[in-house]
T-cell receptor
Framework: KNEVEQSPQNLTAQEGEFITINCSYS?????LHWLQQHPGGGIVSLFM???GKKKHGRLIATINIQEKHSSLHITASHPRDSAVYIC??????????FGTGTRLQVFP | DTGVSQDPRHKITKRGQNVTFRCDPI?????LYWYRQTLGQGPEFLTY????????KSRLLSDRFSAERPKGSFSTLEIQRTEQGDSAMYLC????????????????FGDGTRLSIL
């Protein structure tokens, strides 16, 4: 069993839909990261959180430390949101353990 | 902030050859990480540096792999006697030193070096 599990693996949506991507982890962590990866490889950090909830524009990330679970929500999805979204957890060295990613396609 | 730079972007080589990749982190970042990503998978940790010191290496990093960060700035990752299984995207990331004992910092990623072994 992987230390970081994401669901779903693939997700398609119509423009405007509300999207949720889930992440569960089985190890002790000091922070959880949500990352976005576009075709070609570039990875962008979206959120780093260790408790509660963070919001940036149309993106919201939540974490429940007791349940070892996090969710990434995208409101009013847009085709430009199409990418792979990766959950990663960090220990106190900041070394990241990654999930396998969720491939999101948003159609107009 | 010019971002994390990796060179080359793509490398195609024959099996058995040696390859070296370079990563230039964001200038004030003390920590530098190397990850490897195969197709359809999430990245996997290889090694990381705090300044010039290599503090941890993954079991994935066989003795054919070596990484250096000689002056605490840029880093190189060398693979000797490449094998088909080394084909992957090699990602570098950097972050500032955490402010407290257990605080974390976001990592800034380069665009990666895609290695193809023929």
């Amino acid at each position: 069993k992987n230390e970081v599990e994401q669901s779903p693996q693939n997700l398609t949506a119509q423009e405007g839909e509300f999207i949720t991507i889930n992440c569960s982890y089985s190890v002790g962590i000091s922070a959880l990261h949500w990352l976005q990866q576009h075709p070609g490889g570039g990875i962008v950090s979206l959120f780093m959180l260790s408790s509660g909830k963070k919001k940036h524009g149309r993106l919201i990330a939540t974490i429940n430390i007791q349940e070892k679970h996090s969710s990434l929500h995208i409101t009013a999805s847009h085709p430009r949101d199409s990418a792979v979204y990766i959950c990663a957890v960090a220990d106190n060295t900041d070394k990241l353990i990654f999930g396998t990613g969720t491939r999101l396609q948003v159609f107009p | 902030d010019t971002g994390v730079s990796q060179d080359p972007r793509h490398k195609i080589t024959k099996r058995g050859q040696n390859v070296t990749f370079r990563c230039d982190p964001i200038s004030e970042h003390n920590r530098l990480y190397w990850y490897r990503q195969t197709l359809g998978q999430g990245p996997e940790f290889l090694t990381y540096f705090q300044n010039e010191a290599q503090l941890e290496k993954s079991r994935l990093l066989s003795d054919r792999f070596s990484a250096e960060r000689p002056k605490g700035s840029f880093s190189t990752l060398e693979i000797q006697r490449t094998e088909q299984g080394d084909s992957a995207m090699y990602l570098c990331a950097s972050s500032p030193t955490p402010r407290g004992a257990y605080s974390n910092q976001p990592q800034h990623f380069g665009d990666g070096t895609r290695l193809s072994i023929l």
